[in-house]
């Protein structure tokens, strides 16, 4: 089973940055797709923020575009979210996911909470 461990999340004023890493167990050429996905306060449903298929290019959703970019680092084994101009919007619980041999797989979840 692969494991996902988030960091990097915390408290930023409106407009600031922050840069979210998930550490991947295995060696990432064996995914067949990594993302980030958030769940906002008050709501169940996990929402994608940013996805990339194996070969593929970065997708993203509308409110984050220009914003936020996901990047892998394979000597590093992490995927990354870089986060700009943040939003109080953007408060939300962001999970790593990713899916391996058909399976999909969950970190735990890193807080990033934007207010001034």
């Known amino acids: 089973q692969v494991q996902l461990v988030e960091s990097g999340g915390g408290l930023v004023q409106p407009g600031g940055s922050l840069r979210l890493s998930c550490t991947v167990s295995?060696?990432?050429?064996?995914?067949?797709?990594m993302g980030w996905y958030r769940r906002t306060p008050g709501k169940s449903a996990r929402e994608s923020v940013a996805?990339?298929?194996?070969?593929?290019?970065?997708n993203y959703a509308d409110s984050v575009k220009g914003r936020f970019t996901i990047s892998t680092d394979d000597s590093e084994n992490t995927i990354n979210l870089q986060m700009s101009n943040l939003k109080p919007e953007d408060t939300a619980v962001y999970y790593c996911?990713?899916?391996?041999?058909?399976?999909?797989?969950w970190g735990q979840g890193a807080q990033v909470t934007v207010s001034s």
């Open positions: 996911n990713v899916i391996y041999r058909s399976t999909n797989c």
């Open positions: 996805s990339i298929f194996s070969g593929g290019q970065p």
């Open positions: 295995i060696n990432m050429f064996s995914l067949e797709y």
